[in-house]
């Protein structure tokens, strides 16, 4: 007796009318979005769909009024509709794909989740339309658009990206540098501005190319977009003006990047940094496009199934600036407290934001010692990158660059000393 009283059961006879009606009318929703994609779908491509706009609105309201009598309806309803999908399956001759079948029984789940979530329903919906809706861009971009070697270098970069960076133990071999993880979320890092300045290649035309992925890049690692952009030149797969350009575009974004981590530490350092980097980020932008307009247009040479990423060339830069914060970390035992302004001159040649942040997070900017540190270490970092691109581009790359980046970082240091 006790049995047959839970499997009839009402969980939801206690809900006001005017709940239950709002349920429902989501479900309608849901299923209307759904169906209508799958019946203009249909239409399009004249096909013989079991299942049009109506039959997606029915499914959708009897998933949720099945669950709302209980779950031993909702679970014969479940059966039902998946019943029914199989049997169309059985009986289409034309089309052997499962894709409308699989929404139909996913519409009838979207409908019952919207008795206990609507806004995840509705979000679930409208996901499922999208992936319906693009049925032609994904089989072209898994069919033609992306290469055997950029399959094997995407899976590589997810594995890391998934697998990797989370086994790897984050504990620091050295007091607080030698950190594998440390090391390895840096190698990934440049293996993504690699990916980003092949995807952009791909994507555009070799000028904004250059420039967008530049600009991208130089939020993950300005210095590794330098000696990434540096070795094609050196290897002679790019022009030496226009990598160098692109190279001036991806130091905008490393100011912009020092705005948000000064501005999330110090109010107080970032109205006063506002102003110079406003006017040293028009400078690069300026000798960006006078580099890049007069550069000529390369030819092509990358082979049509070229790889997303060097590993190697990752490899050489995050090893390098491994070392150098080494170095750094190595020096501040040597001096203890006498080592800030060493420190931050040190730690500038790997990265700018950390130190700037070390910097400001230890006071106001009425400390003189702090702004001299600051000032220093904003130095330091540009000759770092020049020195970056003379290393990894070679002098011709280094010339049309160093120019510019010196400029840009005097006017910066100029105002801030005028404002002592």
Known sequence: MNLVNNLLYLPFQNTPFHELLMMMAAALGCGLLIGLERERSKQRENQHSFAGVRSFVICALLGALC????????????????????????????????????????????????????????????????ILMMKHSIHGLAGKWITEAEFKDGLFLLALILVGLPLTPNTPLWGTVLNPHIILKLLTLILVVQALAHIAKRL??????????????????????????????????????????????????????????VGGVSLAWLKLLILPSLIAMAILALCAYWLLRKA?????????????????????????????????????????????????????????????????????????????????????????????????????????????????????????????
């Open 204 to 261: 555009l035309s070799t000028k904004k190319a250059l420039i967008l992925s530049s600009i991208a890049s130089g939020f993950v690692s300005s210095t590794a977009m330098i000696a990434h952009l540096g070795m094609q030149v050196r290897n002679g797969e790019a022009d030496a003006r226009s990598n160098a350009g692109a190279a001036l575009m991806s130091c905008i974004s490393t100011l912009v990047l020092l705005f948000i981590v």
């Open 67 to 130: 669950f709302i009598f209980g779950p031993v309806f909702g679970v014969v309803g479940a059966i039902s509709v998946a019943a029914i999908s199989i049997f169309s399956l059985k009986n289409q001759l034309k089309d052997p794909g499962v894709t409308t079948e699989l929404a139909f029984v996913m519409t009838y789940f979207i409908g019952a989740l919207c008795i206990w979530n609507v806004t995840l329903a509705a979000s679930l919906s409208v996901v499922l339309t999208i």
């Open 296 to 420: 000529k247009p390369v030819e092509e040479t990358e082979p049509e199934d070229s790889p997303m990423f060097s590993l190697k060339e990752a490899a050489i830069i995050a090893g390098l600036l491994t070392v150098i914060q080494a170095g750094v970390y190595g020096l501040e035992l040597l001096l203890g407290d006498s080592g800030l302004i060493a420190g931050t001159l040190l730690a500038s040649l790997f990265e700018i934001h950390a130190a700037m942040a070390a910097v400001v997070v230890q006071g106001e900017p009425d400390n003189i010692s702090l702004l001299y540190a600051l000032i220093l270490g904003l130095a330091a970092h540009a000759i770092s990158k020049s020195v970056n691109a003379a290393i990894s581009g070679g002098l011709k790359y280094a010339l049309y660059f160093a120019p510019a980046q010196i400029l840009h970082m005097l006017v910066l240091i100029g105002i801030l000393w005028w404002s002592l």
